[in-house]
Nanobody
Framework: VQVAESGGGLVQAGGSLRLSCAASGITFDDYAIGWFRQAPGKEREGVSCITNYGSKYTADSVKGRFTISSDNAKNTVYLQMNSLKPEDTAVYYC????????????????????WGKGTQVTVSS
């Protein structure tokens, strides 16, 4: 299983970005894809996640501004980020888990087995 992020960049506060997570090698019936972020000096935190059943979970800090979606035909999960704030600045990672996961834990990094290398998102004030 491999996942790879793209779409990061520099944007002004109030702007938008769309991140993409391309997944490959997932052959299991049950899987989940999550988006996480890590700012300098801070722990990695869950942003949003989606399961193959279509269940979605989003952190309160970004609810109403970030939206997760998937295109199964393209094996890609997207994170649409609107109304960006300087505090959204971080490296954003996508991750996948294919077995043994618990839906109520899907915003926790430890629930995931496969990680991308991350993409930098910088929001200027």
């Amino acid at each position: 299983v491999q996942v790879a992020e793209s779409g990061g960049g520099l944007v002004q506060a109030g702007g938008s970005l769309r991140l993409s997570c391309a997944a490959s090698g997932i052959t299991f019936d049950d899987y989940a894809i999550g988006w996480f972020r890590q700012a300098p000096g801070k722990e990695r935190e869950g942003v949003s996640c989606i399961t193959n059943y279509g269940s979605k979970y989003t952190a309160d800090s970004v609810k109403g501004r970030f939206t997760i979606s998937s295109d199964n035909a393209k094996n890609t999960v997207y994170l649409q980020m609107n109304s960006l704030k300087p505090e959204d600045t971080a490296v954003y990672y996508c991750a996948a888990v294919v077995a043994g996961w618990h839906e109520y834990k899907l915003l926790l990094p430890r629930e995931y087995d496969y990680w991308g290398k991350g993409t930098q998102v910088t929001v200027s004030s």
